[in-house]
């Protein structure tokens, strides 16, 4: 498995070249984003009871994630559910980031659960 290196941006929304904005585009209006390209219930649907995989994929309303708790307004969002592979918490939340989210908010995660389940 290879892995793409990147230069990070905290500037404004750009260029996309060094870095990215989904993360903002995809986190949840209610916090820090649009809360563009949601889950649907299909999607949902497809997990077996106790999936551990659907946790980590979807963020429902009342989830805590990053030790924020996520509050979905249904009259801005449609299905009701957020992606988690995108999900930023204030402090670390730029206006842009690096191309590798996932990487960066699998480490954060890793650090919230070394605290307890506290974010810094």
């Given amino acids: 498995m290879f892995e793409i290196q990147?230069?990070?941006?905290?500037?404004?929304?750009?260029?996309?070249?060094?870095?990215?904005?989904?993360?903002?585009?995809?986190?949840?209006?209610?916090?820090?984003?649009?809360g563009f390209n949601n889950p649907t219930q299909n999607l949902v649907d497809e997990f077996e009871p106790n999936d551990p995989r659907l946790e980590a994929?979807?963020?429902?309303?009342?989830?805590?994630?990053?030790?924020?708790?996520?509050?979905?307004?249904?009259t801005e969002n449609e299905t009701g559910y957020l992606?988690?592979?995108a999900a930023i918490v204030r402090p670390n939340a730029p206006e842009s980031g690096p191309q590798n989210i996932r990487?960066?908010?699998?480490?954060?995660?890793?650090?919230?659960?070394?605290?307890?389940g506290r974010s810094a």
Avoid: M
């Avoid at 990070?8 to 209610?30: A, L, M, W, Y």
């Avoid at 994929?57 to 249904?74: P, Y």
């Avoid at 990487?103 to 307890?116: F, V, Y």
């Fill in 6 to 34: 990147f230069v990070s941006s905290n500037d404004t929304f750009g260029p996309i070249s060094v870095g990215t904005t989904n993360n903002i585009f995809q986190n949840n209006r209610k916090t820090f984003g649009y």
């Fill in 57 to 74: 994929t979807v963020i429902k309303d009342g989830d805590v994630v990053l030790g924020v708790r996520n509050t979905i307004d249904r």
């Fill in 83 to 85: 992606n988690r592979k």
């Fill in 103 to 116: 990487k960066n908010a699998l480490r954060r995660c890793a650090t919230d659960e070394s605290r307890g």
